[in-house]
Nanobody, 122 residues
Framework: VQLVESGGGSVQAGDSLRLSCAAS????????MSWFRQAPGKEREFVAA????????YYADSVKGRFTVSRADAKNTVYLQMNSLKPEDTAVYYC????????????????WGQGTQVTVSS
């Protein structure tokens, strides 16, 4: 199974970016595909998750109202639409699939992408 993120870049505060995570190697019908981020010197933190089975979405408080996670028509692809970006959103963003523990626990995920850099300048 391979997860490939794309869509990162360097933007100004207030701009938008859309990240994509495309999975190959298996079809996901259950579990979740999630986004995490890791800034330099900080731990990896949960950002958002999409539940494949019910279509429910979950967000960290820090991004609620600004970020939206959704599934593409191509079933194995998930997007993270990021609006009103702030400098504190600067991090490497990772997608992950199939949590074995809670969706916010990085250590429980079975699959990870390689990450994509998002840099927001003020």
């Amino acid at each position: 199974v391979q997860l490939v993120e794309s869509g990162g870049g360097s933007v100004q505060a207030g701009d938008s970016l859309r990240l994509s995570c495309a999975a190959s190697g298996r079809t996901f019908n259950s579990g979740a595909m999630s986004w995490f981020r890791q800034a330099p010197g900080k731990e990896r933190e949960f950002v958002a998750a999409y539940d494949w089975k019910g279509g429910n979405t979950y967000y960290a408080d820090s991004v609620k109202g600004r970020f939206t996670v959704s599934r593409a028509d191509a079933k194995n692809t998930v997007y993270l639409q990021m609006n009103s970006l702030k400098p504190e959103d600067t991090a490497v963003y990772y997608c992950a699939a199939l949590p074995r523990r809670g969706i916010e626990v990085p250590a429980g995920y079975e699959y990870w992408g390689q990450g994509t850099q998002v840099t927001v300048s003020s």
